[in-house]
C-alpha cells in the first residue's frame, strides 16, 4: 500500500521530474501542460504524468500506464501524459531527470502525487489511484480483510446498491481523502450485507469497523453504522467523530469544554465521576460512548477536582452543540436512558450539497456579499461612461467653479461604489441633453488627494457644488430614481419666494411647478407676516436643508392673512399641498426652530395608508410601531382601503403603522410573506408585525372579511393577548456569515512543527531515497507542509490546522504500521 | 536668487540680538522648537512646524540647505530612485516609488520635476532643499555653526530643561524641544596599524586618470566602497575589496544601505574571473605596510607584534614568506578606506546624556522608537541618524523614510504640548474593510516605512464605528492612548507592511522557485511586501506583551491575524484574492457581518427579521440604501445570492402562479450556512 507518509505532502508544488519518454503511445493523449490543464473539469479526476520533452527513454511505466488508461476511466479518472515545453513553465515540470511524479488532480486541485516507482504496474497504477477499494462479494471475503487487519487499521465498509450511483460516488471520493489511513471496503451484494445483521437493506450502508484496536484475533471488529444518508459530506463527519477519542477525561467547566463535536454540531455527554467510584464511572462512561459512537462526545468529568459547581445530584451533564445554550445537569440512572436523552435532543444540523460541490462545503472563498458578487459579474459589461464627465486633480476645480455640478466620488475597486455608478450613469441617460447640472465623477483611487481636501473619507459620496453655495452632500437612496429627484428638484433654489395670493394658490395647486411635482407630491408653504422675521428665516434654514428632497415655498407679503384665513391657519402656519389627493392641509407652526421645522415636515410626508415600497420603508420603520401591512396582488382592494381609513379615523390604529404591500410593485413580499405563513393562505393577507419589540406576526384570520367589525374585534382580541402569534421573527444577530482564515493558528503549527517533525523512521526503502533527493530543493516547503494537507475545505472555525494537526499525527503512525 | 532673500531676512537680526543681547547674557531668545541641521529631515520638520503654526527656527552651518549633497556622494549619483512613472495617477501612491521628495501640499515640490534621471545627480538634490526652504518660506538660519548644546534645568519648561545652544559668534539660542538633523558627518575611522596610509572617501580623487595602472585596495565594502570602485574598475590593474562581513545585498536583505546593484560591477567582473575581487577579514587584525617603493603590503597584525617592530614592510616577514599563496601577497599602489560615516557626538553636553548606541549601532545615538533621546526629554534625533530604530530594516535612514518618522514625531509633539490629538478620521463600521484596502494600496509611509509606521483602527463601543490612525510608530504602542490623545478601549486593528519572516537576508536565496504565494489561505507565507492585519481585543500595555513578543515579531502576540496574499503588482484590490478573506477576517474579529447588502434585501430583513446587518443599519435604515439596477438585479438572481421572487420572470405584470409552490425560504443571504453559488471552483493550479 502506498505510504501514508506521503499524503503528508499532498498540495506541496514539488518540480515534477521525468525520465521517460514514449513517442508512440495511442490511447494516452499527450498534452501540453497549459492544454491539460484546461481539459480539468471541476469535481473529476485525472491522473497527469509529466514528462520532459527531451527526455531520451521509451519505457515500461509508460506501457503500463496506457493499460491503465481503461480501468481508470471505468472509475471515471482520466489519463493523460503531459510534456513539458519550454515554453510552458509549469510548476509540475522540473529541471532534473532523476525524479518522476504522477499527479492525481480532482478538479483542479492537486489531491496526490506519485513517485513514479510506486506505480510499477497497471494493477499498482489503479490500485494506488483508488486507494485500494477493495471490492467484495461474500463473507468471507470481508472476513479475511477483517483478520487481516486487525491491530492494524480500521475498515470501512459499505454496501451501495449499484456502482456508479450517488452513494457509490461519495464513498469512492471519501476513498479519495481517506483511502491511506483506512481500508475501504466495498460490496453490492445484499445478502452480504444481511449477514453482517444490518436492517432496512435497500438502502446503502456504511460501517466503520474498528479494527485497530483488536489484539485477539479471535474477537470481532466493533462496528458502528453511519445512520445518516451517504453523502460525501456525511460521511466526512462521521469519519471525522470516528477518529476522534472514544472518551476524554476531563476537570473544567463544562461550559468551556469544546470537542470535535460540537464543530461537527454534534453534543457532548459527560459522566460525571468521583474518586471513589472512578473505576465503575469509567467503565460505564466507555459503554456509553460506544453506544453513542457518531451521535455524540463522551467525557469523563472529575467532580473532585472540579473548580465550578455542579448540582450534587447530577451524574450527567449534556451539552448541546448550539452555541450559547447552557448546559443541562441531569440524573439519569440508566444508560439506555442516556442514550435516549442524547438522541432525542441531537440537534443534526442539516448541512445541504451542492451537486457540484459536494467535497467543498461552505467555501470562505466564494463570495457571499450581493454587491461585490454582482458588480463582479458585470464587470465586463461597458457602461456609456462618456454621458458623465470623469474630472481629474487639474480639472476638478475648474469644472465645479465653471458649472452647477454634481460629482461622484468613488473608488474603482470598492463594489457599493461601482453598484451605484451603474444607477448614476442612468441618471445621465434619463437626463442627457435636459440639464443644466453637469454630472460629473471622479475616481478616488486615483485623485486620492482631491478627494480628500473635498473631505470625502467614504465611499460613494455625492455632491452638489452650485455657483455661489456650499457643496451639498446627498443623503438620500443610492439609486436613480431618488438620486434623479434630488437633481430636478434643485434646479430652483429652496424656499421659493411667492410674491402674490395669486402665485400662492398657483404654487399650491401645482400649476406653478407643474413638471417638478413629479417628483416631489407635497408642496409645503409657510405662512409669515412680514414682521416674523425669526421664524423666516428659521422656515428658509429648513427649506434649504429639504431641498432636493421636497419643494418648499414662502409667502409673507402683507396680505397674508387672506391666505391663513382661507386655509384656517394661524400664522405663522405651514400649508401643505397633497397633490395627488389635491388636498392642502394647514399645520400650525408652534416652534420655529429649523430642526422642528424639518421634522413637522418629514413627519407630514407621511401617509395615513402607505402603499409600503423598498424606498420609502424606512420613513415608517422610524416610527418605531407595528406594522399593520394588508399584502395584496396588485392595487388594493378599495374597500379594505376604506375600512382600514375609518379605523384610523376612528384612532383605533394609533399605536400601529397601517399600511399596504402591492406584490406586483414589490415582489420581494413574497419572500416575506413566505417568512411569515406555512402554507401560505390565499391573498389579501392583513399581518401585524411587531418588528421593534418581540417580532410576534399575527394574521388576521383568512375566513374573515376584511371589514371594520372584523378588525375590530381582532384588535381588540390582540390586545387581550387572545390572539396567538403565527410566528416569531428571529432575533439572530448578524455574524459573521463564514470563518476566516486562521493564519495565527497556522504560523503556531508551522513554529512548533518545525522544532518537533522528525522522518518516520520505518519508512520504504523508496520513500528514504526520495526524501534524500528532496530535501535540499525541499527547504522552502518544509514551512508549507503541515497546513495544505488536505486541500479539502475546512468545515469549522479554526479545524483547518486541528486537521492538518492530526492527519500528521496520523501519518506519522501510519508511516510505521502500514507500509507493506 | 534664494540665498540673498534668505540672508537680508535673517541675516540682520540675527547679529543686532548678538549685539544686543550679548552684554547682557540674561534672557537669550527663547523658542519652543529649534532644529539642527537644514538637511531633508531638518527642513522637512520645519515644514510641519511651520504648517501648524509653530515657532521654530532652523540653524544651518552652510549657506544654503543640505550642505552634505554638495559633496557627496563623491561620484555625485544618488542611488535614491526618481521614478517619474508608474501609470498611476494616485499622488500618494506615487511617493512610494519616489525616494527623493520630502513631503508638502505643494505639487510642485516633487522631485521629479527637478531631474529625469533615474539615479539622479546630488546637485539637483541641493537645488531642490534650497526650493524646497525657499518656497515654503522656511525659517532657517544660515551660516550659524552651533557649536555647543547643553541643558538649563527650568521648572517651567516644557520638558523640566531648556536647551541651550551656543553658536560660533556664542551667540545663545534657548529651545524647548530640540531636534537634531545633522545626519551622520563623521567619517568612521578603524585603527590598526598603518591606518594613516589609508586615503579616505571624503578626499581621495575621484579622477580615474589617477588610478591608471594602480593596484588599488579598498577598505570596506558599503555602497561608498563600491561606488568607488565602479569609477576607477576600468583603469586599475585590479582592485580588491576588504571586510569584516560578507558583501550584503540589497535585493536579497531588502534594506537600501545595502549594496545596491548600480554599484556593484565590481562583483560582476569579480565572479566573471577578472581580476578583482572580495576579501573577508577584520579590520582591526590586520596592519598596512609599505615598504621602500611605497608600495603597501598587507599583513596579520601579529606578524607585525612578533617582529616587535612597524618598520617598513622590507624588514619584516610578511605572510607570503611562509604562505606563498596568500590572497594579498601582491603590494597595492593605494589604499582607500570607505568605512561609512558616524554621528558627531561633539558638541553635546554630558548633561544631555546623549549617548551612543550598542555594538550594533555605535554610529548612532541612542533613541527611543519615538525618536526621543534616551537621555533628556524633549530632544528628539530626526534624519538619518535616527536610523538606530530601523536599522538594516526599514528605510528610516533615508529620505524615503525619515519623511515619514518626521511627520509622526511632529503628531506625538503636537499632541503633547498643544493638545492636538493624533489626526484620525472616525467613519461607520460599514466603511472598515474600504478604509483599510483604501490605504494598504496608496499609503506610501506604510509602505516606505514598514516594520516602523503602521496604521492604528481604533474601535469604538460596540464595534459600531472607528477611528483611522495613520502611521503610528508601532513601538509605541503600548503608549498609543497618551501619545495619540485617543482611546482604545474597545479593541484595535494595526495594519503593517511585512516581507515573509525568512526571505530576507544577505545569505538567502530571494529568487528560488515557489517564493510568491498565490492562494489566499497561503497568505501568511508571503514573502514579497504585503499587507497584515493585527487584532488586539485590548491595548497590549504589558511590558511583557510589547518587550518580551515573540521573536521575529514586529508587534505583541495578537488575538487575530490577517496576512493579505502578496501581489506582484502591489495592487490589492483583487474582489477575491484580497477584499473577501479580509472582510472575513474583520467580521471574524468584530464578530459581526460586514457584507454590503442591496436595499431590496434590506427591506427583507427588515420586515422578516428582528436584527439588521450593519450595512443595512447605517444605510438602508437612514434612507441611503443602495438600489440595484436591472442588470446587477438581473447577476444577483444568477448568483443565487437572491431568489427571483417574482412568480414569472421579472416583476410581469400578469402572475397567474401560486406563491405556493415554490420552494421554502431560504435565503443564502441570511446568516449561517450559506448555499454554494455555481462556479466556486475558483482554485488555481
Known amino acids: 500500500m502506498f505510504s501514508g507518509f506521503n499524503v503528508f505532502r499532498v498540495g506541496i508544488s514539488f518540480v515534477i521530474m521525468c525520465i521517460f519518454y514514449m513517442p508512440t503511445v495511442n490511447s494516452l493523449p499527450e498534452l501540453s501542460p497549459q492544454k491539460y490543464f484546461s481539459t480539468l473539469q471541476p469535481g473529476k479526476a485525472s491522473l497527469a504524468y509529466f514528462c520532459q520533452a527531451d527526455s531520451p527513454r521509451t519505457s515500461v511505466f509508460l506501457e503500463e500506464l496506457n493499460e491503465a488508461v481503461r480501468p481508470l476511466q471505468d472509475y471515471g479518472i482520466s489519463v493523460a501524459k503531459v510534456n513539458c515545453v519550454k515554453e510552458e513553465i509549469s510548476r509540475y515540470c522540473g529541471k532534473e531527470k532523476d525524479l518522476m511524479k504522477a499527479y492525481l488532480f480532482k478538479g483542479n486541485i492537486l489531491l496526490r502525487e506519485f513517485p513514479t516507482d510506486t506505480l510499477f504496474d497497471v494493477n499498482a497504477i489503479v490500485a494506488h489511484v483508488l486507494f485500494e477499494v477493495k471490492y467484495i462479494t461474500n463473507l468471507e471475503d470481508l472476513q479475511n480483510i477483517e483478520n487481516a487487519l486487525k491491530g492494524k487499521a480500521n475498515i470501512i465498509f459499505s454496501y451501495v446498491r449499484a456502482i456508479g450511483i450517488p452513494e457509490h460516488r461519495a464513498v469512492m471520493e471519501a476513498a479519495f481523502v481517506y483511502g491511506t489511513t483506512y481500508q475501504f471496503v466495498l460490496t453490492t451484494e445484499i445478502a452480504l450485507l444481511e449477514s453482517i445483521g444490518s436492517e432496512d437493506v435497500e438502502y446503502a450502508h456504511l460501517y466503520f469497523f474498528h479494527c485497530k484496536l483488536v489484539l485477539d484475533l479471535t474477537q470481532q471488529c466493533r462496528r458502528t453504522l453511519m445512520e445518516q444518508p451517504l453523502t460525501t459530506l456525511n460521511i466526512h463527519l462521521f469519519i471525522k467523530t470516528m477518529k476522534a477519542p472514544l472518551l476524554t477525561e476531563v476537570a473544567e467547566d463544562p461550559q468551556q469544554v469544546s470537542t470535535v463535536h460540537l464543530q461537527l454540531g454534534l453534543p457532548l455527554v459527560f459522566i460525571v465521576s468521583q474518586q471513589a467510584t472512578y473505576e465503575a464511572d469509567r467503565r460505564t462512561a466507555e459503554w456509553v460512548a460506544w453506544r453513542l459512537l457518531g451521535k455524540a462526545g463522551v467525557l469523563l468529568l472529575l467532580r473532585d477536582s472540579l473548580e465550578v459547581n455542579i448540582p450534587q445530584d447530577a451524574n450527567v451533564v449534556f451539552k448541546r452543540a448550539e452555541e450559547g445554550v447552557p448546559v443541562e445537569f441531569l440524573v439519569l440512572h440508566d444508560v439506555d436512558l442516556i442514550i435516549s436523552h442524547v438522541e432525542n435532543n441531537m440537534h443534526i444540523e442539516e448541512i445541504q450539497e451542492d451537486e457540484d460541490n459536494d467535497m467543498e462545503g461552505p467555501d470562505i472563498d466564494v463570495q457571499d456579499d450581493e454587491v461585490a458578487e454582482t458588480v463582479f459579474r458585470d464587470r465586463k459589461r461597458k457602461l456609456p461612461l462618456e454621458l458623465t464627465v470623469e474630472l481629474t486633480e487639474e480639472t476638478f476645480n475648474a469644472t465645479v467653479m465653471a458649472s452647477d455640478s454634481i460629482v461622484l466620488f468613488y473608488a474603482g475597486w470598492q463594489a457599493v461604489s461601482m453598484a451605484f455608478l451603474q444607477s448614476y450613469i442612468d441618471v445621465a441617460v434619463k437626463l442627457k441633453g435636459t440639464s443644466t447640472m453637469l454630472l460629473t465623477r471622479i475616481n478616488c483611487a486615483d485623485w486620492s488627494d482631491v478627494c480628500t481636501k473635498q473631505n470625502v473619507t467614504e465611499f460613494p459620496i455625492i455632491k452638489m457644488y452650485k455657483k455661489g453655495e456650499n457643496p451639498v452632500s446627498y443623503a438620500g437612496m443610492l439609486g436613480t430614481e431618488d438620486l434623479l429627484k434630488f437633481i430636478q428638484l434643485n434646479r430652483i433654489s429652496y424656499p421659493v419666494n411667492i410674491t402674490s395670493i395669486q402665485e400662492a394658490e398657483e404654487y399650491l395647486s401645482g400649476e406653478l411647478y407643474k413638471d417638478l411635482i413629479l417628483y416631489s407630491s407635497v408642496s409645503v408653504l409657510g405662512l409669515f407676516s412680514p414682521t416674523m422675521k425669526t421664524a423666516k428665516e428659521d422656515f428658509s434654514e429648513a427649506g434649504n436643508y429639504l431641498k432636493g428632497y421636497v419643494i418648499t415655498g414662502i409667502y409673507s407679503e402683507e396680505d397674508v392673512l387672506l391666505l391663513s384665513t382661507k386655509y384656517a391657519a394661524s400664522l405663522p402656519a405651514l400649508l401643505l399641498a397633497r397633490h395627488t389627493e389635491g388636498k392642502i392641509e394647514s399645520i400650525p407652526l408652534a416652534s420655529t426652530h429649523a430642526q422642528d421645522i424639518v421634522q413637522i415636515i418629514t413627519d407630514a410626508l407621511l401617509e395615513m395608508f402607505p402603499e409600503i415600497t423598498v424606498e420609502n420603508l424606512p420613513s415608517y420603520f422610524r416610527l418605531q410601531k407595528p406594522l399593520l401591512i394588508l399584502f395584496s396582488d396588485g392595487t388594493v382592494n378599495p374597500q379594505y382601503k376604506k375600512a382600514i381609513l375609518t379605523l384610523v379615523k376612528q384612532k383605533y390604529l394609533d399605536s400601529f403603522t397601517p399600511c399596504w404591500l402591492n406584490l406586483k410593485n414589490t415582489p420581494v413580499g413574497r419572500g416575506i410573506l413566505r417568512a411569515y405563513f406555512d402554507p401560505l393562505p390565499p391573498l389579501p393577507l392583513l399581518v401585524l408585525v411587531n418588528l421593534h419589540s418581540g417580532g410576534q406576526v399575527f394574521a388576521f384570520p383568512s375566513d374573515q372579511a376584511i371589514i371594520e367589525e372584523n378588525l375590530v374585534l381582532w384588535l381588540k382580541k390582540l390586545e387581550a393577548g387572545l390572539e396567538n402569534h403565527i410566528t416569531i421573527l428571529p432575533a439572530q444577530e448578524w455574524k459573521p456569515p463564514l470563518p476566516a482564515y486562521d493564519f495565527l493558528s497556522m504560523i503556531d503549527a508551522a513554529t512548533s512543527q518545525r522544532g518537533t517533525r522528525k522522518v518516520p523512521k520505518c519508512m520504504k526503502e523508496t520513500d528514504v531515497q526520495e526524501n534524500d533527493k528532496e530535501q535540499h530543493e525541499d527547504k522552502s516547503a518544509v514551512r508549507k507542509e503541515p497546513i495544505e494537507t488536505l486541500r479539502i475545505k475546512h468545515w469549522n472555525r479554526s479545524n483547518w490546522f486541528k486537521e492538518a494537526e492530526k492527519s500528521f499525527r496520523r501519518d506519522k503512525e501510519l508511516g510505521c504500521s502500514k507500509v507493506n | ?685
Not at chain 2, 427 to 437: A, M
Not at chain 2, 570 to 580: E, M, V, Y
Open chain 2, 1 to 685: 536668487m534664494g540665498l540673498s532673500a534668505a540672508a537680508p531676512l535673517w541675516g540682520p537680526p540675527g547679529l543686532l540680538l548678538a549685539i544686543a543681547l550679548h552684554p547682557a547674557l540674561s534672557v537669550p531668545p527663547r523658542r519652543d522648537y529649534c532644529v539642527l541641521g537644514a538637511g531633508p529631515a531638518g527642513l522637512q520638520m520645519a515644514y510641519f512646524l511651520q504648517r501648524a503654526g509653530r515657532d521654530y527656527a532652523v540653524f544651518e552651518r552652510a549657506p544654503r540647505p543640505g550642505s552634505f549633497f554638495t559633496r557627496y556622494p563623491r561620484h555625485r549619483k544618488l542611488i535614491s530612485i526618481n521614478k517619474r512613472y508608474t501609470g498611476k495617477a494616485n499622488a500618494e501612491f506615487n511617493l512610494r516609488h519616489d525616494w527623493n521628495s520630502l513631503l508638502s501640499h505643494d505639487p510642485r515640490l516633487l522631485f521629479r520635476h527637478y531631474s529625469r534621471a533615474y539615479f539622479p545627480d546630488a546637485r539637483d538634490m541641493v537645488r531642490y532643499l534650497g526650493d524646497f526652504a525657499d518656497t515654503l518660506g522656511l525659517r532657517v538660519q544660515y551660516n550659524t555653526t552651533i557649536a555647543h548644546v547643553t541643558l538649563d534645568k527650568d521648572r517651567q519648561a516644557w520638558n523640566g530643561h531648556y536647551f541651550i545652544l551656543t553658536d560660533q559668534k556664542g551667540q545663545v539660542h534657548q529651545c524647548s524641544v530640540l531636534f537634531v538633523a545633522t545626519g551622520l558627518s563623521v567619517p568612521n575611522q578603524v585603527d590598526f596599524p598603518g591606518s594613516e596610509y589609508a586615503e579616505g572617501y571624503e578626499s581621495v580623487s575621484v579622477d580615474p586618470e589617477d588610478f591608471v595602472g594602480q593596484n588599488v585596495l579598498i577598505l570596506g565594502r558599503g555602497n561608498s566602497a563600491f561606488e568607488t570602485a565602479e569609477n576607477i574598475l576600468g583603469v586599475t590593474n585590479f582592485i580588491h575589496m576588504l571586510s569584516r562581513s560578507r558583501v550584503r545585498l540589497s535585493w536579497a536583505t531588502h534594506y537600501v544601505g545595502d549594496l545596491r546593484a548600480i554599484n556593484n560591477g565590481l562583483l560582476d567582473t569579480y565572479q566573471l574571473k577578472s581580476l578583482d575581487g572580495l576579501l573577508e577579514s577584520d579590520l582591526t587584525d590586520l596592519a598596512i605596510l609599505k615598504d621602500s617603493k611605497g608600495k603597501f603590503h598587507v599583513t596579520p597584525k601579529f606578524f607585525l607584534e612578533e617582529a616587535n617592530t612597524n618598520q617598513s614592510a622590507d624588514s619584516i616577514t610578511l605572510p607570503q614568506d611562509d604562505n606563498d599563496n596568500f590572497a594579498m601577497r601582491v603590494p597595492y599602489d593605494r589604499v582607500i578606506r570607505c568605512l561609512g560615516w558616524n554621528f558627531d557626538f561633539s558638541i553635546f553636553n554630558k548633561s544631555l546624556r546623549l549617548n551612543s548606541g550598542n555594538a550594533f549601532g555605535k554610529k548612532y545615538p541612542l533613541i527611543r522608537a519615538s525618536y526621543e533621546s534616551k537621555g533628556s526629554r524633549g530632544l528628539f534625533i530626526l534624519g538619518t541618524a535616527s536610523h538606530s530604530v530601523d536599522y538594516r530594516k526599514s528605510a528610516g535612514g533615508f529620505i524615503h523614510g525619515f519623511r515619514y518618522t518626521v511627520r509622526a514625531v511632529h503628531r506625538l509633539l503636537e499632541h503633547r504640548h498643544h493638545s492636538v490629538t493624533w489626526p484620525a478620521t472616525e467613519l461607520p463600521i460599514t466603511q472598515l474593510t474600504s478604509s483599510i484596502v483604501r490605504r494598504v494600496n496608496e499609503a506610501s509611509g506604510l509602505y516606505q516605512m514598514f516594520g516602523v509606521l503602521a496604521d492604528v483602527i481604533l474601535l469604538k463601543e460596540n464595534s459600531t464605528a472607528f477611528e483611522y490612525l495613520e502611521e503610528f510608530p508601532i513601538q509605541m504602542l503600548a503608549q498609543l492612548e497618551t501619545l495619540t490623545g485617543r482611546k482604545a478601549k474597545h479593541g484595535l486593528f494595526v495594519i503593517n507592511m511585512e516581507y515573509g519572516r525568512n526571505f530576507s537576508g544577505p545569505d538567502k536565496d530571494v529568487f528560488f522557485d515557489d517564493r510568491s504565494v498565490g492562494h489566499t489561505e497561503d497568505a501568511w507565507q508571503s514573502n514579497f511586501l504585503h499587507p497584515v492585519i493585527y487584532y488586539y481585543r485590548y491595548l497590549p500595555t504589558g511590558e511583557q506583551e510589547v518587550r518580551f513578543r515573540p521573536a521575529h515579531w514586529p508587534l505583541p502576540r495578537p488575538t487575530a491575524i490577517h496576512h493579505i496574499v502578496e501581489d506582484f503588482l502591489t495592487d490589492w484590490t483583487a474582489p477575491i484574492g484580497h477584499i473577501l478573506p479580509l472582510r472575513r477576517f474583520l467580521e471574524n474579529c468584530l464578530d459581526t457581518d460586514l457584507r454590503s447588502f442591496y436595499a431590496e434585501s434590506c427591506f427583507l430583513f427588515a420586515l422578516t427579521r428582528q436584527k439588521l446587518p450593519p450595512f443595512c443599519q447605517q444605510g438602508y435604515l437612514r434612507m441611503q440604501g443602495l438600489v440595484s439596477t436591472e442588470s446587477l438585479w438581473q447577476h444577483r438572481v444568477e448568483s443565487r445570492l437572491l431568489r427571483d421572487y417574482a412568480p414569472t420572470g421579472r416583476r410581469l405584470e400578469d402572475s397567474s402562479q401560486q406563491l405556493g409552490d415554490q420552494e421554502p425560504l431560504g435565503s443564502p443571504l441570511a446568516p449561517g450556512p450559506l448555499a454554494q453559488s455555481v462556479d466556486s471552483n475558483k482554485e488555481e493550479l
